[in-house]
């Protein structure tokens, strides 16, 4: 069965730190995986997504994510957080063998980063 | 890009209203359709799998009766909480694929407070 961990329920950094919110899945297909972020009151919004291509992935807003089989592994970094940065941030599953095309999603419990002045 | 419309934003409501959610992708057909539920502090819930033209596929332990999905075009799938009660209350949010295995576009979601 698929399952995604985040192993950090809330994560704080300063402005102008680098990000770190980390993720790890359990698949027993070869996986897409996603992040997206989430602001108050508001819908989810796509980060980034791994689709066996590019290990390292780029995705907008300056965030990227590395997809690490051997440590089942696909955490989200960024080089220097912003205060628009603050939000939930989920990591993000999608079995290709669990529910075929339908596109089912296995979301993470969610991370949710503070960004100081 | 796509742009999944949800409607409305926001429900205040007394128990045993039902209440209707509409989920529009606004410019793409989407044929499948997803509805997740979202409690306090805590992570997406698939609740259903709405399908156009065809029943929609609940996942184990969301009551059908309860949570009406109708995805009457290709265009809008609809979410109809029966005869709420305040333990309804929660952020609903729904989903679609441009294409099917292609990440899914969210709505903004509908916060649903039963009083």
């Known amino acids: 069965a698929q399952s995604v961990t985040q192993l950090d329920s809330h994560v704080s950094v300063s402005e102008g730190t680098p990000v770190l919110l980390r993720c790890n899945y359990s698949?027993?297909?070869?996986?897409?995986l996603f992040w997206y972020v989430q602001h108050p009151n508001k819908g989810l919004q796509l980060l980034l997504k791994y689709t066996s291509a590019a290990t390292l992935v780029k995705g907008i807003n300056g965030f990227e994510a590395e997809f690490k089989k051997s440590e089942t592994s696909f955490h989200l970094t960024k080089p220097s957080a912003h205060m628009s940065d603050a939000a939930e941030y989920f990591c993000?599953?999608?079995?290709?063998?669990?529910?075929?095309?339908?596109?089912?999603?296995?979301f993470g419990k969610g991370t949710k980063l503070s960004v100081k002045p | 890009g796509a742009v999944v419309s949800q409607h409305p934003s926001r429900v205040i409501c007394k128990s045993g209203t039902s209440v209707k959610i509409e989920c529009r992708s606004l410019?793409?057909?989407?044929?499948?359709m997803f509805w997740y539920r979202q409690f306090p502090k805590k992570s997406l819930m698939l609740m259903a799998t709405s399908n156009e033209g065809s029943k929609a596929t609940y996942e184990q332990g969301v009551e059908k009766d309860k949570f009406l999905i109708n995805h009457a075009s290709l265009t809008l799938s609809t979410l109809t909480v029966t005869s709420a009660h305040p333990e309804d209350s929660s952020f609903y949010i729904c989903?679609?694929?441009?294409?099917?295995?292609?990440?899914?576009?969210f709505g903004d979601g509908t916060r649903l407070s039963i009083l």
């Open positions: 989903s679609a694929n441009r294409v099917s295995g292609q990440p899914q576009h």
């Open positions: 993000v599953v999608s079995d290709p063998g669990y529910g075929g095309s339908q596109g089912n999603l296995i």
């Open positions: 698949s027993s297909y070869s996986p897409s």
């Open positions: 410019d793409f057909q989407a044929t499948t």
